[in-house]
């Protein structure tokens, strides 16, 4: 049973451009969660998805940042235009009913 | 609204000692409490969870926490440290919200163990 699969491990971006970091979840899990962890800041949830759904985007930044879960296919964090502040690990977490969350292993990111 | 705090962001010890790792809570509504080690550049891995019943609950890796109510803690201990126990460890609390909150979790800012010979 693998586990939470994200990717790219490590990606590199200019200011301006794209990120678009992804996400499979757990087999059987249909709930994901997305956290950033910032330098000296800890981990901060930002969005919760289930399929085709956005449950809570309470953490998300209002601008530039967006998140989908497809019917078909992994979740997907999307940031438009970064800047250097995005620079960040970002992590995808997948939940079962019993409670907890099982983390992935998270993609780097960095603007230059 | 939940929050965590751990105290001491940086903790040490000698191998073989006791590991002690502290962490209150604040939750208006009975929390689900668990622990994270994260290990460099790697992702959390969940050590143990307390969501109902029995309140000292045992985790892989031989580290084991005590829910204490009336002290709002949850603090990690593992009776001995091993050096392979060097990381990152996280607190972190949720509430059940009718299933669909479990991995909404508010994260402690963590507290690094190291282990020395």
């Known amino acids: 049973n693998a586990g939470v699969m994200q990717n790219p491990r490590h990606l590199v971006r200019r ?17 994901v969660y997305w956290y950033r962890q910032l330098p000296e800041e800890g981990l901060k949830f930002m969005v919760y998805l289930q399929k085709e759904n956005i449950i809570d985007e309470s953490g998300m930044p209002k601008e530039r940042f967006s998140a989908e879960f497809p019917k078909e296919g992994p979740s997907i964090l999307r940031i438009q235009q970064v800047v250097r502040g995005d620079s960040a690990a970002y992590f995808c977490a997948s939940s079962p009913p019993t409670g907890g969350a099982f983390f992935g292993q998270g993609t780097r990111l960095t603007v230059v | 609204a939940q929050s965590v705090t751990q105290l001491g962001s940086h903790v040490s010890v000698s191998e073989g000692a006791l590991v002690l790792l502290r962490c209150n809570y604040s939750s208006s509504v009975p929390p689900y409490l668990f622990w994270y080690v ?21 985790g892989i890796n031989g580290f084991e926490a ?52």
């Open chain 1, 15 to 31: 200011r301006g451009q794209e990120a678009r970091l992804r996400c499979s979840p757990m087999k059987g899990h249909s709930h």
């Open chain 2, 38 to 58: 994260q290990y460099p550049n790697q992702g959390l891995q969940l050590l143990l969870k307390y969501t109902t019943g029995a309140t000292l609950v045992k």
């Open chain 2, 66 to 117: 005590e829910f204490k109510k009336s002290e709002t803690s949850f603090h990690l201990t593992k009776p001995s440290a091993h050096m392979s126990d060097a990381a990152e460890y996280f607190c972190a609390v949720t509430i059940n919200a009718g299933g669909t909150s479990y991995g909404k979790l508010t994260f402690g800012q963590g507290t690094i163990l190291t282990v020395h010979p």
